[in-house]
Structure formats: structure tokens, C-alpha cells
């Protein structure tokens, strides 16, 4: 049986955040083997300057990114959709081997399947250093309880 992973192309609002949730779930795994499953074999990434291709490319990208980012905790939003694309804005905090925590802020575009496989993603994203107190997801914190709207940026 081929692959495949609901929701399916062409998006509506409804199925388009769910994408975005299931994304987001994935990554906060921090397990590339996880992960991998949700593109398609042959998937095209850039990811700021980096650019790989295929499975095993994205496990070991996101296996030496998890490596240096402890404490990674990702929230997705939807920023906009059409039939098989969906755009997402995104941020996420981690601390470096020293302990010094940084909130990364990007945007996603993404392109997907008829089975609902992503097959191209490109991510732009910039690293900003925070303190402890600037955090926005703490431990035990759920990432889409966090009111992003009144925080300054």
C-alpha cells in the first residue's frame, strides 16, 4: 500500500490547521525518525542556507539541529493556503551548550502530495538571544496556550 497522510490536498481552513498542528506535534518529538514519515521520499528542503533532498538528508539534518538545540519547544501557526500549499509562520525557543536560550522566528512554505506528503519545504528563520525571564515556553507550558498575540516583539 503507497504511503499516505490525511488531510489530503486541496486544503480547506479546517484541514490546512490541522496539517500545521500535526506538523508542529512531530517536531516537538525531536525524533528525526518520527518526522521523516510526514515528507515524501524524494522531499526537497531548504532550510535557510542549507539545501538537501530525500529521507535520509532530513534525518540527519534534523538529528545534528536537535544535537545543538536543547530544550526545543516549536509552536506553528497557519499564515495562508491553497489547494496543495500551505504557508506557516513559526517560533521556537532552545539553549545552546552554554545555556544561553534563543527564540527562532521564520516563516515555512510548503508543497504537498495528493497523499498528503509534503514534497518541498523552505524554511527562512532568524535566531534571536533571550534571557530565562523572556522565555515564552517553559516547562510543562503547552505551546498553544501561550497567548503569542500579546507578546512583545
Known sequence: MAESRPPFPPFTLETAQKKVKAAQDAW???????VQFAYTPDSIWRNRDVFLQGRPAIVKFLSDKWAVEDG???????????????????????????GQWWRTYGLEDWTFAENGLMRKRQMSGNDVKISEEERWFKDGVDVNTVDISEKHW
Open 28 to 34: 516537538n518529538t525531536c525524533n528525526p525518525e518520527v
Open 72 to 98: 526545543y519547544r516549536l509552536r506553528k501557526e497557519l499564515f495562508a493556503f491553497t489547494d496543495n500549499k500551505i504557508a506557516v509562520q513559526f517560533w521556537y525557543e532552545w539553549h545552546d551548550k552554554d
